[in-house]
């Protein structure tokens, strides 16, 4: 496997947690705009995306593979928890 090769199949190992992370922030910020008045699109589609990465790179640690329905549900839900974070975290 050629070097551009290894950087397509990270990037679209990738690609799902960072487009699920855009799409969370931006119906987060849609649904609860004054909750999430004074966080930014960006600041929240970033840990998302983040988080999201991390839950992908755990599934495919616990399950060997990619592409399993529940490693995408521990993606979602990696997706989901920094965004709750940063919007609801008790004390705000």
């Known amino acids: 496997m050629s070097p551009l090769d290894a950087l397509w199949h990270l990037l679209n190992f990738l690609a799902p947690a960072w487009a699920v992370a855009a799409l969370v922030a931006a119906l987060a910020k849609l649904l609860w705009r004054q909750e999430l008045k004074g966080q ?53």
């Open 40 to 92: 930014a699109w960006r600041r929240l589609a970033l840990w998302g995306g983040i988080g999201g990465s991390l839950g992908l790179i755990a599934a495919l640690a616990l399950f060997g593979r990619d592409g399993k329905m529940a490693g995408y549900g521990l993606m979602i839900g990696a997706v989901a928890l920094p965004q709750w974070w940063l919007a609801f975290r008790p004390g705000r």
